[in-house]
């Protein structure tokens, strides 16, 4: 399945429906610290309710981290400033998906690394500033999912 990474995720909710819609998918969720929440935060329990034993959650303290732990199979950038459509991409079951924060995005680092595949992006009406951080995973990852033909959901 996907991984869907989380670089420096400040909005609980956000985080706790992404949670929720790793558990649905069977996908891994991998936090690059530091969160602008602690984990045991009220406001991010009741968004994920009790999903987070269903869900494979890892943490990185940075993004380096992150990286080795894929050990060099790179990612694809998710951001406003992509210039590629992300249904354009022909998307492999083990997939790397990195988001960033909701008021920062990726940092440039993260976009022009080489371990990045790709910046992609979601299209928006123009003038638009971004879409919610959860909406965005969840277009992106049932896009890839959906190439993928679901394995292992019905």
Request: hydrophobic share 35%; aromatic share 8%.
């Amino acid at each position: 399945m996907p991984h869907i990474v989380l670089h420096q995720p400040e909005i609980p909710p956000n985080t706790g429906n992404i949670i929720r819609l790793c558990a649905n998918t069977n996908t891994s969720l991998h936090l690059v610290h530091p969160l602008g929440f602690t984990m045991t935060k009220k406001s991010l329990r009741r968004a994920y309710l009790d999903y987070e034993e269903f869900t494979k959650i890892k943490h990185h303290n940075n993004i380096i981290e992150m990286n080795d732990h894929f050990s060099g199979r790179g990612y694809y950038a998710i951001s406003t400033k992509g210039k590629t459509l992300f249904n354009t991409i022909k998307f492999k079951q083990s997939d790397v998906f990195l988001f960033g924060s909701e008021t920062q995005g990726l940092p440039q680092n993260a976009l022009s690394s080489e371990e990045c595949l790709g910046v992609l992006r979601v299209p928006m009406a123009e003038g638009s500033r971004s879409i919610n951080l959860a909406n965005t995973v969840s277009i992106v990852l049932y896009e890839a999912l959906r190439q993928l033909e679901y394995p292992g959901l019905t």
